[in-house]
């Protein structure tokens, strides 16, 4: 826990714009 968060965030970030841009797309 908190031993790499830098993956976690860039792993929640990267949902989101996958998230988004398969709204954009749809």
Request: net charge positive; glycine share 20%.
């Amino acid at each position: 826990m908190g031993k790499k968060p830098g993956i976690k965030h860039i792993a929640v970030a990267g949902n989101i714009g996958a998230g988004k841009t398969t709204l954009a797309e749809k």
